[in-house]
């Protein structure tokens, strides 16, 4: 059963960091991109960025591009993504996905509030 | 980055309509198109792929079409646990990009 599970959210104060992990189980990890998409309170989804399997290929969105890193240990079966510089409107559930074009398994995303 | 405008944004409709949603893009994206289903506190679930395959386990009831900057999703016959918000997603290109939601409500 493919499985993933997020850590790491929690409350941080402008400008400060914070790194999300994902943990994946029941498929073989470094054969799939894995992708990061967020949603605010109350609001849609927003994708944030992408890996490729090998970690060569790496995509961002603009308003993140320069502030968040996204990467990956195959050994650990863990995706990671490091928010630096953090704003109040990155406050959302930020969701882990596997994408094969189509996001087809999401966790159940990981709460990250950034206010003073 | 591609615009995906979905319509209508909410929509009230009773146990057993027949429900469509429009998705329009902003330029041609192929078939490179998904439909999620998502309830109040749970992730987004995939309904539909490539425009119109059926993910598996996803109830017959639901259909997509469409292919370019057109697309649809079509509930034959709305059930209660039908009730949820409505998202197109494109993977044409990247930056990968959703629609705003369509809420379907119970009338």
């Known amino acids: 059963e493919v499985q993933l599970v997020e850590s790491g959210g929690g409350l941080v104060q402008p400008g400060g960091s914070l790194r999300l992990s994902c943990a994946a189980s029941?498929?073989?990890?470094?054969?799939?991109?894995m992708s990061w998409v967020r949603q605010a309170p109350g609001k849609g989804l927003e994708w944030v960025s992408v890996i490729s399997g090998s970690g060569h290929s790496i995509y961002y969105a603009d308003s993140v591009k320069g502030r968040f890193t996204i990467s990956r240990d195959n050994s650990k079966n863990t995706l990671y993504l490091q928010m630096s510089s953090l704003r109040a409107e990155a406050t959302a559930v930020y969701f882990c996905a596997r994408e094969v074009g189509a996001f087809d398994y999401w966790g159940q995303g990981a709460l990250v509030t950034v206010s003073s | 980055a591609i615009q995906l405008t979905q319509s209508p944004s909410s929509l009230s409709a009773s146990v057993g309509d027949r429900v469509t949603i429009t998705c329009r893009a902003s330029q041609g994206i192929s078939s490179d198109l998904a439909w999620y289903q998502q309830k109040p506190g749970k992730p987004p679930k995939l309904l539909i792929y490539d425009a119109s395959s059926l993910e598996s386990g996803v109830p017959s009831r639901f259909s997509g079409s469409g292919s370019g900057t057109d697309f649809t999703l079509t509930i034959s016959s709305l059930q209660p646990e039908d009730f949820a918000t409505y998202y197109c997603?494109?993977?044409?290109?990247?930056?990968?990009?959703f629609g705003q939601g369509t809420k379907v409500e119970i009338k």
């Open positions: 029941g498929f073989t990890f470094s054969s799939f991109a």
């Open positions: 997603q494109q993977f044409n290109i990247y930056p990968r990009t």
